[in-house]
């Protein structure tokens, strides 16, 4: 029974568990890695497919230095928070609000709290960075519809 | 014998619901269409930048407006001429729009981010060369 291998969101092949497993040995299949095959309802990660099918027991997984934060089933990683970073950027390049510079900043933290295995900052990171991306967001059309409105009505007057 | 069934979708970065992405291409359209009928013009009714207004330096997106101006009714230089940095940019915001639109639009469940976080830095970077270079004495031709 082989199983299809999925990283970053991506298929990258399907092995046999054997082959998985000195894949893993050699370091190119990670416990991170999701994994699913005929009959499995879900992708669940490969580390837990390595603990259930028995053999070699999986290392303990990387744990989060925030005890009380999200982790997946079996204290696997939880899949990354979106950063939308890229949102960040482009609100503060076109609104041009210095609002948006809180949110590039939390944007950027996302990955890097993640890698570090931080679940919880990461995931306070991006809520906070959506906040600011949406505050820049509706601060910018609001304030510039309001001022398109008063302009336009003032010329309209004959001013 | 199991019937061979086909993968569940991949878990992965939540997709904004589709309602969210439909509005957005909605919003993008009615600027562009207001943009094209009226286009900004010193004293028009389109918001001055904030940065611009309180410091008097031009930010890596004025002249944006001007530039979509320009551009919409077929002046391509004249749009070069307000904002270099965006209208080169153009084919890039283009292939970002589609990255951020395309997983929402078809009903995906998961998607990788839309910009590597790397192109995203790499993005931010050159807005913030550009505005230091656009308000250089002597690279004017770079302010709009």
């Known amino acids: ?159 | 014998v199991s019937p061979v069934s086909d993968p569940p979708p991949l878990p992965g970065r939540k997709v904004p619901p589709r309602a969210a992405a439909l509005a957005g291409l909605a919003a993008m359209l009615a600027l562009g269409g207001l943009i094209a009928a009226f286009p900004p013009a010193p004293g028009g009714f389109y918001p001055p930048c904030v940065v611009n207004q309180f410091t008097g330096l031009h930010c890596p997106g004025c002249g944006a407006g001007r530039a979509a101006g320009a551009a919409l009714s077929g002046d391509l230089m004249a749009a070069l001429r307000s904002n270099p940095f965006l209208a080169l940019l153009v084919p890039f915001l283009g292939w970002v729009g589609l990255k951020l639109l395309g997983p929402p639009l078809l009903s995906n469940r998961w998607a990788t981010e839309p910009v590597s976080r790397r192109t995203a830095l790499l993005l931010l970077a050159s807005a913030l060369v550009f505005a230091v270079l656009r308000n250089l004495p002597g690279l004017e031709w770079l302010a709009p």
């Open chain 1, 1 to 159: 029974m082989k199983y299809l291998i999925a990283r970053d969101g991506q298929q990258i092949g399907e092995w046999t568990l054997d082959e998985l497993r000195s894949m893993r040995a050699m370091g190119q299949a990670r416990d991170t890695d999701y994994a699913w095959r005929q009959g499995m309802a879900e992708w669940i990660p490969l580390g837990q497919v390595f603990a259930a099918e028995g053999g070699a027991a999986a290392p303990p997984p990387p744990q989060s230095w925030h005890p009380a934060g999200p982790t997946a089933v079996g204290g696997f990683p939880p899949p990354p928070p979106s950063s939308n970073l890229i949102w960040a950027i482009l609100v503060t390049i076109f609104c041009c609000l210095p609002l948006g510079i809180p949110a590039i900043i939390f944007a950027a933290q996302v990955d890097s709290k993640y890698a570090m295995g931080d679940y919880a900052g990461a995931q306070a990171s991006a809520a906070k960075a959506k906040t600011w991306i949406l505050v820049s967001l509706i601060v910018g059309l609001l304030s510039g519809a309001l001022y398109g409105l008063f302009v336009g009505l003032a010329a309209a007057s004959g001013m």
